[in-house]
Nanobody, 121 residues
Framework: QVQLVESGGGLVQPGGSLRVSCAAS????????MGWYRQSPGKQRELVATITTGGSTDYADSVKGRLTITRDNAKNTVYLQMNNLKPEDTAVYSC???????????????WGQGTQVTVSS
């Protein structure tokens, strides 16, 4: 049973910073890819950033240089440091985790409940 717990969302002024985190808990699984997606009303969910076990990252062009994804493998936790936030960054940010089942070796995908990030003056 894998559970994702997200935290760190909130209200921030334009140009401000926030860090959201997502911790994967449970047993008998190995975390592989972790990432963040976001969705605003009227828009499709988009990939913000992903990070592999080895540390390879991928970012949406709109957030490069402002948002940074990191992970703590020992804690099965992924972070998204958001700097110089813009109003268009306002969205529900959801954590994505791809796990490998310890017994079967199959991959499974999990999504967090999402945390609201609002950028407004």
């Amino acid at each position: 049973q894998v559970q994702l717990v997200e935290s760190g969302g909130g209200l921030v002024q334009p140009g401000g910073s926030l860090r959201v985190s997502c911790a994967a808990s449970g047993s008998y699984f190995t975390v592989k890819v972790m990432g963040w997606y976001r969705q605003s009303p009227g828009k499709q969910r988009e990939l913000v950033a992903t990070i592999t076990t080895g540390g390879s990252t991928d970012y949406a062009d709109s957030v490069k240089g402002r948002l940074t994804i990191t992970r703590d493998n020992a804690k099965n936790t992924v972070y998204l440091q958001m700097n110089n936030l813009k109003p268009e960054d306002t969205a529900v940010y959801s954590c994505y985790v791809e796990n490998q089942d310890y017994f079967t070796g199959y991959d499974y995908e999990y999504w967090g409940q999402g945390t609201q990030v609002t950028v407004s003056s």
